[in-house]
Every structure is written in structure tokens, then in C-alpha cells.
């Protein structure tokens, strides 16, 4: 049983717009301390998730808190508790940096120059510049500043690092692991599989509005069967391995190449050894499971969307291609 503070918590939330869209039955939990992935292309229902967090939008159905109290009705409590990074921010043009600043501040009631400061200099960004004449990075990074300058315990981030230049996103990834030592509550929505693998401790999958996922991130990786890579020395040696020795699947195989392809469970690494008894290898490697081989299980389907690149993980056509 987790005994753990429940920080955020939504319980069947179902806000359905007609003709499919919207999201359906989702439940979260997020415990004090905890970072939270939520992970799907655009248009899966992350940010509509979120906007029910915040209490910018009523359930059809369900329940949706934070801290224990109903998020709709009690938005001015939660922003003043809450850095809430939205996907899309709305910054007036006719302000520079240090006035949108303040405007937040103001609008919080507090300010904590010698954090300001320090996100200011971590995120290597100048004020003076007019919202006008910002980049799109330059915005990110201003709205960036302005979830985390009160220093809040809890964060809500979708989309955080879109718009941020290579540098910045690995600058960005290093503060939220920081962040995380540092006991907050964070729940990152994006779907960019780098930045949810380095930070979540669990995370969702979502897809059409419905959750088709949940789980521990470290457990995952220890499930998961295992991917070997063998070159052999011989095509002799590659049939008699396919043949006579191997009592697994075999992904992919080339006598052109001489290279087999081979998948068993996480517990059968001895039985996979004595399987190359008597086999001449020249060479063999194990190809890593990731995030993102997980998560191309449930879209199969789809080729490219949202920014996530479409791959094939361990099916056969892509250790095919591995293996060229």
C-alpha cells in the first residue's frame, strides 16, 4: 500500500466533445514528490487533461484535485500553489520581459528575487528584449521562468521544452531532475520520449482520449524481453544456430550478412547462452529497450504524428533496418 501524499488526483474524468474527441475515464495519481509523465502526440487529450487540472474547464463526469480540493471553482487557490507552464503561453506583445515578469508576480502576490535570478541565469535570458521582437524560444523560455520564479512545490508543464533549442532542452531536463531532488510534485505532459524517460518516475500513455497505459518507468525496463544482435562466422554456423540450437524467436535473420536476430524473455539469459554453445560469433550486441519501443506498441499504426518520429522498436522491419 502507498502511504505516500496524493497531491493530484483525477478520478474518472470523462469531458466528451462528440465525435470522439475529448478524454474518457482518466485517473491519475500523483504522490508528493513524484514526477509524473504523460506522454502522447498532440491531439491525444494531454493538454485537455491538464486544463481539467488546472479547474479551467468542468468534468462531464469524474473528479479532479488538487491538494484535496476540486479544481474547478478553485483556480485563483491553485495558481497561487501551482507554476503552470501551458503548452501554448499567451504572452502580451506589448510588454518586455521584465514587465510580464512583474505582471506575474503581481498577480501571485509574491516575489522571490534570488530565484528569479537564478532561472534567469541558468536559462541564459535577457528581460529587456520586447515580447514583439521574442523568438519562439525566447517565449518558452520567459514562460518558463515565470512557472518556476515563486519556487512552488507543485508544477504542471505541458509541453515545456517545445520551442527550446537542443541546449536548452537538456538545460531544462537537468533543473527538473534537480527539481525532483528537491521534493517537488511535478507532472510533465509532452511527447518527447528523451525528456519523460531522463525525468518520470511513472507514466501514463494516452491515445484517443483514453489511457492505454500506465506504469512504473524502472519497472518497465526490467519486464521487457530481451533483444540480441548476432553476427556469426559462417552461414554453417547461422543455420545450425536457427535450426538445431535456438529455442527462441527469431526476429529477423540474413545469410547474406550472416546476422540473426533474437528475442526471449528477461529470465532466460542462460538458456540464450548455452543456445551459442559450439556456434562461432563474431560479434553480438543487445539493443537497448526503450520508452519508445514501448510506446510504439499501442501506435502500430501511425507512421509520424504530433513530433513523435513513427518506428518500428523491436518488430521485425525495424531490427531489419538495425541490422543493415
Known amino acids: 500500500m502507498d502511504n505516500r501524499e496524493v497531491i493530484i488526483n483525477v478520478e474518472g474524468l470523462t469531458k466528451d466533445y462528440g465525435y470522439g474527441r475529448g478524454v474518457f475515464d482518466i485517473s491519475i ?24 487540472i488546472m479547474g479551467f474547464a468542468k468534468p462531464t463526469i469524474g473528479k479532479v484535485q488538487i491538494f484535496g480540493k476540486d479544481s474547478f471553482g478553485n483556480t485563483d487557490k491553485i495558481l497561487s500553489q501551482v507554476g503552470y507552464l501551458p503548452g501554448e503561453p499567451a504572452i502580451p506583445a506589448g510588454l518586455d520581459g521584465w514587465g510580464f515578469i512583474r ?13 528569479l535570478k537564478y532561472l534567469l541565469d541558468l536559462f541564459k535570458f535577457n528581460p529587456d ?9 525566447e517565449k518558452r523560455k520567459l514562460a518558463v521562468i515565470a512557472a518556476f520564479m515563486n519556487d512552488p512545490e507543485v508544477l504542471i508543464l505541458d509541453e515545456p521544452t517545445s520551442g527550446l533549442d537542443p541546449v536548452m ?95 526471449f524473455p528477461a529470465n532466460k539469459y542462460n538458456e540464450f547462452f548455452d543456445s551459442l554453445e559450439g556456434i562461432v560469433i563474431t560479434q553480438f550486441e543487445e539493443k537497448p529497450f526503450t520508452l519508445q519501443d514501448y510506446f510504439m506498441s499501442f501506435y502500430k499504426e501511425e507512421r509520424t504524428f504530433g513530433g513523435l518520429e513513427g518506428v518500428k522498436g523491436n518488430t521485425k522491419e525495424g531490427l531489419k533496418n538495425n541490422g543493415k
Not at 505582471?103 to 530565484?115: I, K, L, P, S
Open 169 to 263: 532542452q537538456k538545460v531544462f531536463i537537468k533543473f527538473i531532475i534537480e527539481e525532483k531532488k528537491r521534493g517537488k510534485t511535478i507532472l510533465l505532459s509532452s511527447h518527447i520520449f528523451s525528456e519523460v524517460d531522463a525525468t518520470c518516475d511513472t507514466i501514463s500513455i494516452i491515445k484517443d482520449g483514453h489511457h492505454v497505459s500506465t506504469f512504473n518507468a524502472k519497472e518497465l525496463k526490467k519486464e521487457q524481453d530481451r533483444t540480441f544482435i548476432l553476427h556469426f562466422f559462417n552461414k554453417e554456423n547461422l543455420n545450425r544456430f536457427i535450426k538445431e540450437k535456438n529455442k527462441f524467436e527469431i526476429a529477423y535473420s540474413n545469410e547474406d550478412i550472416l546476422l540473426a536476430v533474437v528475442t
Open 29 to 52: 495519481k500523483i504522490h508528493k514528490g513524484e514526477c509524473y509523465g504523460y506522454l502522447g502526440p498532440n491531439g491525444a487529450g494531454k493538454s485537455t487533461t491538464i486544463r481539467h
Open 103 to 115: 505582471m506575474m508576480q503581481g498577480m501571485r502576490g509574491e516575489a522571490n528575487e534570488e530565484r
Open 129 to 137: 528584449c520586447s515580447v514583439k521582437e521574442m523568438s519562439l524560444g
